[in-house]
């Protein structure tokens, strides 16, 4: 379980200062699908940088069942979204220079898993995702929705206990886009995954089990659809 108390954070100081968030408090729940739905500049993207720990809130608590990870310092923060989490965004994020499977494999071989079981669990997670026949391809040899196909295996790999995506389907097409959340909701599924969505679609916002809408800095709404 997430619970977040008071979240706030501030950008600048004095009369130049920009809230992007304001108080937030929130719980999430062990296996919950969240969809987190607002406009432009709301504050959702800011919202998911902060409860991931990509970026740092200006006052606030967060914890991971019970661990105060707001407190923790950057060296194990970095060891804890490693191990717990995966991520998700907008732009895929892969690595140009390695191919599919060796972008999968990354992220156990920065766990310190040896090369033949990374390499096998990759295998595994890219049959999975249905692009066992490209494991050797670089990801400008992939189509936009395979390539975050690969991004969804790299996110998997470990079993991360939640799954952060920064609209996962912004850059696809609306078919390519609803098979990428329905593999996230079959994941989910399967593996009981808390899968936290930021999202302008309201399409993918009517899948979730609860809908946060954000609107400058602010809670508008939690509801379902």
Not at 133 to 151: M, T, Y
Not at 201 to 210: L, S
Request: contains cysteine.
């Amino acid at each position: 379980m997430i619970k977040v108390k008071n979240l706030w954070k501030i950008y600048g100081e004095g009369e130049g200062a920009v809230q992007a968030l304001k108080g937030i408090n929130i719980t999430i729940e062990h296996g919950e699908f969240l969809a987190i739905l607002g406009p432009s500049g709301s504050g959702k993207t800011t919202l998911l940088n902060c409860l991931s720990g990509i970026d740092a809130p200006t006052r606030g608590e967060i914890f991971f069942n019970g661990v105060a990870f707001h407190s923790m310092s950057e060296e194990k923060k970095t060891q804890f979204r490693a191990k717990y989490m995966g991520f998700i965004f907008q732009f895929f994020n892969l690595v140009p220079v390695l191919t599919a499977i060796e972008n999968v494999e990354l992220p156990l071989k920065i766990l310190g898993v040896k090369h033949t079981e990374a390499r096998n669990r990759a295998l595994e997670m890219l049959k999975k995702v249905g692009l066992s026949d490209k494991i050797n391809r670089f990801p400008s040899q992939l189509s936009g929705g395979e390539q975050q196909r690969v991004a969804i295996a790299r996110a998997i790999i470990h079993n991360p206990d939640i799954i952060w995506a920064d609209e996962p389907t912004g850059n696809l097409d609306s078919e390519t886009g609803l098979g990428i959340i329905e593999l996230l909701e079959r994941i989910r599924n399967e593996h009981g995954t808390t899968l936290v969505i930021v999202t302008h679609d309201e399409r993918i916002a009517k899948r979730a089990d609860r809908v946060l809408t954000i609107r400058d800095g602010k809670i508008l709404s939690f509801s379902t659809f």
